[in-house]
Structure formats: structure tokens, C-alpha cells
């Protein structure tokens, strides 16, 4: 559990790679508080049902751009940058990649 780690890396982090799946978002609070104030770059590992990763993606950012408020007050900018395909999990479900990239304005 990397939140024992936390006062180690926080703020000290450019990349944090968050590879568990099926979902990686019981993480995603810890790697917004281990990126550099300036930001960095997130890549989220996710299953996510055909059809649906758009609105994932969508929801991917808005529960960026939350966390970091709420970690790091200021103004930023939250792109996914780029979706991978790593493979197919199950029928119809895809673990996929999001390379997000996170910058202070």
C-alpha cells in the first residue's frame, strides 16, 4: 500500500504509472498528491467496456481536475494526451492506458 509511503514522495513524483486493474482508481488521490506542484504525467490502466471510452476519459479528467483541487489549489490543465490498447480482458472490455498529462497554469 503506497499510502504508508506517502510523506516520501509527495510532491517529488513527475510520472506515476498506476497499473492496477481492473480499475486503478482507489490510487489516483495518491498519485495527484505524489506529482510535483508543477504537475506530471498520470498513466492510468483501466478495463473499460467497448463503446464507453470516451465517456470514461471524460470522466477520467473531471476526477483529475477534482482531486487536484482539493490536494493542490491552484489552476490546472488535465489532458489525456493518448489512449493504448494493451489488450482485450473480456468480451467486450478492453485494459487500456490513459497517458494524461497534468500542468499548472
Do not use: M
Not at 482507489?26 to 506530471?40: D, F, N, P, V
Not at 470514461?56 to 476526477?63: A, G, R, T, V
Not at 493518448?82 to 497534468?102: C, E, G, M, T, W
Amino acid at each position: 500500500n503506497n499510502e504508508t509511503f506517502l510523506d516520501e514522495y509527495n510532491s517529488l513524483c513527475h510520472r506515476v504509472n498506476l497499473g492496477l486493474i481492473p480499475s486503478s482508481k482507489s490510487g489516483w488521490h495518491l498519485a495527484i498528491q505524489a506529482l510535483r506542484e508543477t504537475g506530471g504525467w498520470l498513466h492510468v490502466h483501466e478495463n473499460v467496456q467497448e463503446g464507453e471510452e470516451n465517456q470514461f476519459k471524460i470522466n477520467l479528467i473531471e476526477s483529475l481536475t477534482n482531486l487536484w483541487i482539493k490536494y493542490k489549489p491552484t489552476a490546472v490543465s488535465i489532458q489525456v494526451k493518448h489512449v493504448q490498447k494493451v489488450k482485450s480482458y473480456a468480451p467486450h472490455i478492453n485494459h487500456l492506458v490513459f497517458d494524461v498529462h497534468i500542468h499548472q497554469q
